[in-house]
């Protein structure tokens, strides 16, 4: 289990913008992939986006253009700068540590404590 400290969210109006972080700060190596998921009232938990250690990303379709993840070089520290914020963006974000084979993230079992997002009409 990799221990995951997140920060940020809050509530924001719909077109704002909000910044979350995470950081796991008891790993001696590298993480290959972090990523951040989110789970709206009601629904299942979905990938947001993913990025490598060598900054190789990925985006869920309902946020290209409008959100943007990154990892501090050579660190176990992932950012997911959220812009053009919508109702629908609404969840409990989580952040993720795991692996990404090609265009495939592949989650590992470590999970952030959550950190809620509430976009407001």
């Known amino acids: 289990q990799v221990h995951l400290v997140e920060s940020g969210g809050g509530l924001v109006q719909d077109g704002g913008s909000l910044k979350l972080s995470c950081t796991a700060p008891?790993?001696?190596?590298?993480?290959?992939?972090m990523a951040w998921y989110r789970q709206p009232p009601g629904k299942e938990r979905e990938l947001v986006a993913a990025v490598t250690s060598g900054d190789r990303s990925k985006y869920g379709d309902s946020v290209k253009g409008r959100f943007y993840i990154s990892r501090d070089k050579g660190e176990n520290t992932v950012a997911l700068q959220m812009n053009s914020l919508k109702p629908e963006d609404t969840a409990v974000y989580y952040c993720?540590?795991?692996?990404?084979?090609?265009?495939?993230?592949?989650?590992?079992?470590?999970w952030g404590q959550g950190t809620q997002v509430t976009v407001s009409s």
């Open positions: 993720n540590t795991g692996r990404m084979t090609g265009n495939t993230y592949f989650p590992g079992g470590s």
């Open positions: 008891r790993m001696p190596f590298v993480i290959n992939a």
